[in-house]
């Protein structure tokens, strides 16, 4: 709370830190809500920025939409190297963790692939939301 009165922006992470691509859209919705919720209230902040727990992959546009149109997150962190999506306001860094080659051939590698790829959006494994999710939606 005290660097966030320094100038300095704290974001959430999520309630238990769960692979994303593991939830349902509902449980995605929720854990970033509460999550952002709980540093709202810390900060005195009305939204906040996001990174996710893992990785953003198996999230999709509907979660993004969401939680944007409701202005509880205003940035997005993900891990999926140079890729950005600025309509997701998506920023994505480079991941070192796990069992990776060494850094400099890592940051080689995914240089390589972001150029290669046209700088694409990483979202390829989208998770399609099913009935209930999108019940839920419309519920809310």
């Given at each position: 709370?005290?660097?966030?009165?320094?100038?300095f922006?704290?974001?959430?992470?999520?309630?238990d830190?769960?692979?994303?691509?593991?939830?349902?859209?509902?449980?995605?919705?929720?854990?970033?809500?509460?999550?952002?919720?709980?540093i709202?209230?810390?900060t005195?902040?009305?939204r906040?920025?996001?990174?996710?727990p893992?990785?953003?992959?198996?999230?999709?546009?509907?979660?993004?939409d969401?939680?944007?149109?409701?202005?509880?997150?205003?940035?997005?962190?993900?891990?999926?190297?140079?890729?950005?999506?600025?309509?997701?306001?998506l920023?994505?860094?480079?991941?070192?963790?796990?069992?990776?080659?060494?850094?400099p051939a890592?940051?080689?590698?995914?240089?390589?692939?972001?150029?290669?790829?046209?700088?694409?959006?990483?979202f390829?494994?989208?998770r399609?939301?099913?009935?209930d999710?999108?019940?839920?939606?419309?519920?809310?």
């Amino acid at each position: 709370v005290n660097l966030s009165k320094s100038g300095f922006h704290v974001g959430a992470h999520s309630v238990d830190h769960p692979p994303y691509s593991a939830l349902s859209l509902a449980g995605q919705l929720a854990q970033t809500r509460d999550s952002c919720s709980v540093i709202a209230g810390l900060t005195g902040t009305q939204r906040t920025h996001f990174a996710f727990p893992f990785s953003e992959q198996g999230v999709s546009s509907m979660f993004y939409d969401t939680l944007l149109e409701e202005h509880t997150v205003d940035l997005f962190f993900g891990t999926s190297g140079w890729r950005h999506n600025a309509e997701r306001r998506l920023v994505s860094r480079v991941s070192f963790e796990g069992n990776r080659r060494e850094p400099p051939a890592h940051l080689r590698e995914t240089m390589a692939r972001a150029i290669l790829d046209g700088g694409r959006s990483a979202f390829t494994n989208r998770r399609t939301p099913s009935r209930d999710d999108r019940a839920a939606q419309v519920r809310r």
